[in-house]
T-cell receptor, first 111, second 114 residues
Framework: QQPVQSPQAVILREGEDAVINCSSS?????VHWYRQKHGEAPVFLMI?????EQKGHEKISASFNEKKQQSSLYLTASQLSYSGTYFC????????????FGTGTRLTVIP | KAGVTQTPRYLIKTRGQQVTLSCSPI?????VSWYQQTPGQGLQFLFE???????NKGNFPGRFSGRQFSNSRSEMNVSTLELGDSALYLC?????????????FGPGTRLTVT
């Protein structure tokens, strides 16, 4: 049930863009994106729900393709603060908090 | 408002022992979820408690158990510790309603089993 993320790691220069992908072998109802900085707790970025609803509180965009069972996180004009490990988690339609997370994508932004 | 707190932050135990970890959610949050984080397996869901009842459970052996108290604080217990239980244990709290999606994670308890 664990989703697969790609790439596993990426290095960007400030201002460059990146895309992180998350795919599942099972039907997706919700996709949750979190970022974890080294030595810190994961922080919520965004949720995408089946049917098109999205909710997030950062200037980050994402897409959710229900047919392909995939989600992508788009990081544009990257900043140094974007560095960290990004996790996608797949979950139910409702608010139950039993998420299955991917193994993460380590993003490093350099000056 | 205060964030999610976990105690202790670090713990060293010996194989065969048992351990209890504690999590205090954000005030007003009724759902607490527990995750195990290891370098090889990433974040793995253990269980979720909502209003003192286990609402969901992951694929972990029965040695892993938990409970939630009336004030929403939660404890996780691991009995008969194995070397493979060494990990960062994270708890996350949320409001817990049907449209409550955002989880707030605590700093974690790093458990080392020797």
């Amino acid at each position: 049930q664990q989703p697969v993320q790609s790439p596993q790691a990426v290095i960007l220069r400030e201002g460059e863009d990146a895309v992180i992908n998350c795919s599942s072998s099972k039907a997706l109802y919700s996709v949750h994106w979190y970022r974890q900085k080294h030595g810190e707790a994961p922080v919520f970025l965004m949720i995408l729900l089946k049917g098109g609803e999205q909710k997030g509180h950062e200037k980050i965009s994402a897409s959710f393709n229900e047919k392909k069972q995939q989600s992508s996180l788009y990081l544009t004009a990257s900043q140094l603060s974007y560095s960290g490990t990004y996790f996608c988690g797949t979950g139910p339609q409702t608010g139950a908090n039993n998420l299955f997370f991917g193994t993460g994508t380590r993003l490093t932004v350099i000056p | 408002k205060a964030g999610v707190t976990q105690t202790p932050r670090y713990l060293i135990k010996t194989r065969g022992q048992q351990v209890t970890l504690s999590c205090s959610p954000i005030s007003g949050h009724r759902s607490v979820s527990w995750y195990q984080q290891t370098p090889g397996q990433g974040l793995q869901f253990l269980f979720e408690y909502f209003s003192e009842t286990q609402r969901n459970k992951g694929n972990f052996p029965g040695r892993f158990s938990g409970r939630q108290f009336s004030n929403s604080r939660s404890e996780m217990n691991v009995s008969t510790l194995e070397l493979g239980d060494s990990a960062l244990y994270l708890c996350a709290s949320s409001l817990g309603g049907a449209r409550s999606y955002e989880q707030y994670f605590g700093p974690g308890t790093r458990l080392t089993v020797t």
